[in-house]
């Protein structure tokens, strides 16, 4: 392997990598807002799975930070089914599409010659009812449990990550890393919108995008606060 060879490989990472899940946080925390009693439900987790939930009194971020470990990504079924509905709704690719090498015919039969293009909307596919059901537009990390145990859908119905031979090659990693950083924050805060009049809306760029940005305040978790409301 020719050094050329492994910093395009290394670049092609870092580019495929960074925005995307950066993006997934941020409407991630964007619906932990809109839905207070879904964040603590994922704050609870956090606290169960890590150490703080022996009762252990843990204080700081590089405490909590080294309880972190596969077996403790694994257990947290809630945190994966939350981040997967914000997939679901917000797929950080809206809008993918492919061109035909050759003619070739789709499972349904359609024609398609060689050099057209077609193209899939995440983003709708998403949200349809079709799909999803009739709460395909509701945020419902319950969805994807059965017993507390996450259940995957086929990638052809939940298309965040594409599918087929080409399907996103950081989904396993891109989890981890959404996860841990998930932990570190809703370990120690509680969010809300600075603004919660305000409903956000998107930009769509190559990524799915949060027009103006995320803002948020974080509240200690040690103070008093009633997150319900
Ligand atoms: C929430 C996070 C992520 C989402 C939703 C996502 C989504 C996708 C999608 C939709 C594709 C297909 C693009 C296409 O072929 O048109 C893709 C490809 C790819 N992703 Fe991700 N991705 C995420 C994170 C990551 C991370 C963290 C990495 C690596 C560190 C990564 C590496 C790649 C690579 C290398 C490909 C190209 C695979 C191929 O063409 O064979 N992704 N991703």
């Not at 009762?55 to 809630?78: P, R, S």
């Not at 009812?129 to 086929?154: C, H, M, T």
């Not at 998107?202 to 103006?212: A, D, P, Q, S």
Request: hydrophobic share 40%.
């Amino acid at each position: 392997m020719s050094d050329k060879y492994l910093r395009d490989i290394i670049f092609s990472f870092m580019i495929a990598g960074k925005d995307t899940t950066a993006n997934t946080l941020c409407w991630f925390f964007y619906m932990l807002c809109k839905n207070p009693l879904i964040q603590e439900k994922v704050a609870q987790e956090v606290i169960d799975c890590t150490c703080s939930g022996s009762g252990e009194n843990h204080v700081n971020t590089d405490d909590i930070l080294a309880t972190i470990t596969d077996e403790t990504l694994q257990k947290m079924q809630y945190l994966h089914a939350a981040l997967t509905e914000t997939l679901r709704l917000y797929p950080v690719t809206p809008m993918n599409g492919r061109c035909a090498m050759e003619d070739d015919i789709l499972p349904d039969g359609h024609i398609i010659k060689k050099g057209e293009e077609i193209n899939y909307l995440a983003y709708a596919m998403g949200r349809m009812r079709y799909i999803w059901g009739e709460d395909a537009e509701i945020f419902r990390p319950e969805r994807w449990l059965k017993n507390g145990v996450f259940q995957p859908e086929s990638p052809f119905k939940f298309i965040s990550f594409h599918a087929g031979p080409r399907i996103c090659l950081g989904k396993e990693f891109a989890y981890r890393q959404m996860k841990i950083f998930t932990i570190a924050l809703l370990h120690f805060f509680h969010f809300k919108l600075a603004d919660e009049s305000k409903d956000a809306i998107y930009k769509v760029t190559f990524t799915l995008h949060m027009k103006g940005g995320l803002h948020l305040r974080a509240i200690p978790r040690t103070t008093q606060t009633n997150f319900t409301t």
